[in-house]
C-alpha cells in the first residue's frame, strides 16, 4: 500500500484500465477508492471534485464561506460528493487539495494537514494577490514552508479549468495525453498524485523539487501550455 493511504478496492465507473495500478502494469486490486478533500470549490476545486468523484473516489468539497453555500453545486456532483467546512475536508482526505488565492495559503488549516498529502495547485500573482514576501522560496516552497508536516506536490496549477474539465483522455496511451505536471520533494506523495493524473485521463510530468517548481510557475515556458506528455518531456530537456 502506498505510505499515506488507506484504501479498499475500487469499483470504479472507468473499469479496471483506467485505474492507477492497471497503469503501471499492477494487478487492478491495488486500486483504492481514496478519500480527496478539496480547499475551494471555484474553477479548479469544482473541476477536480467532478473529475476524481467520476473516478470513483469519496470527496469533501469546502470553501471559505461554509457548507451550506454549497449545496447546489454538490448536488451535480453525484453522490460521493459532500459539502464541508475547509477544516473538516482537510481531516477527511488522505489526499487533500488546495485551490484557493495564493493570498489566502496562511488559511489553510495546518493541525488537520498534518501528515497528509496536499496537492498545491495555487498560483501567485501579485496584482492579484498582494504582495507576498516569499524570502527566495519558489511559490510552492512557501507554501510548504507553512506545513512543516504536511507531504506537498504541486500539480494542476499550469493548466486552464475548462481544458482540465475536457481534455483528459483515459483511451490514450499516457505519452499522448496532455501533460499535467508536479514537482515536490517526497517521491512517494507524487506517485499519489501521478496516478490520480492518469485516472483523469492526463499524463503526469515530474519537474523535479519543491524548489526547481518555478519551471511550473506563472511566466515559465511551460506554464499554461498545450503540450502531449512526449512534447513536455522534449521542452524540460
Ligand atoms: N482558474 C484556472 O484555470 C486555474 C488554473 C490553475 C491554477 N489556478 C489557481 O488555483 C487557485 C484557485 O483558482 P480558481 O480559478 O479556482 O479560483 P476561484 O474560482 O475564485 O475559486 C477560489 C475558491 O477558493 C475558496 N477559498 C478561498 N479561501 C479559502 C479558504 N481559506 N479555505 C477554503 N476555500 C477557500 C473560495 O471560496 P469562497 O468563494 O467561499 O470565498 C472559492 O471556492 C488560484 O490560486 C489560481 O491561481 C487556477
Redesign the pocket.
Known sequence: MTPGLRGRPRTTRYGEPGTGAAMRGGPAWEAVIMKIGI???????GSLAQLFAQAGHEIAL????GPD?LTDQVATLGPTVHAST?VDAAAFGDVVVE????G?IE??PAPQLAGKILVS???Y?PQRDGEIDLAGASQTEFVARGLPETRVVKA??????RHLRSQGDTSKPEAARRAIFLAGDDEAAKRVVADLIREIGFGPVDTGSLHHSRVQEPGADIYNQEMTVAEARAALG
Open positions: 480547499l475551494g470549490a471555484g474553477n479548479i476545486g469546502s470553501n471559505s464561506r453555500t475547509a485551490a484557493i488565492p495564493f489566502r488559511a489553510l495547485a495555487s498560483n500573482y494542476f496549477n499550469t493548466i486552464w479549468y
